[in-house]
């Protein structure tokens, strides 16, 4: 055990167990946003600021003070558990947030061919999808071509 809680966690470590009070704060909430160290929480129910900071850092996992050693290992399985859960919502997270960009790149470089070539939505869309299977590429990745193509093209002829 290590007190006062030290400024940062070693990169190695796994689990990040401590009292959840005033001085341990900036270091778990700094750990939690890691989102990859399980953290236990030890809350003190007869102290009202334990169970202040219980709501303000949601950790994993939490204990009672005194500590039990029964429930250590219950509650650390359920503290990797959480964070497993976690760690899986995050990647969702990462993944539509993606998806979103390449929908709006998609729209952007729709709207420049059909000004450009003075086509259709489904035409536009037709020709970003056949460029990307012609390259194996994403459509978002042809869009973007398309789009900073563009960009390019309108940059240079407002200095020409």
Known sequence: MVWPPPAALA???DVLMCLLDSCARQLVNAVIARSDVA???IVDPQVPETVKSLRQSAPHGVLCHPVNPLA???SLLIAYG???CLQRQLGKVRKLEETLRAYKKVQQAKAILMERRNIGEPEAYGF???EAMRRRMAI???ASIVV???DVLLSADDRG
Do not use: T
Request: aromatic letters at 0%; charged letters at 20%.
């Open 128 to 130: 970003l999808r056949d």
């Open 148 to 150: 900073e193509s563009h």
């Open 82 to 84: 959480n964070l497993g």
């Open 72 to 74: 250590l290992a219950p």
């Open 140 to 142: 978002g990745a042809i």
């Open 11 to 13: 990169e190695n470590a």
């Open 39 to 41: 953290v236990v929480g």
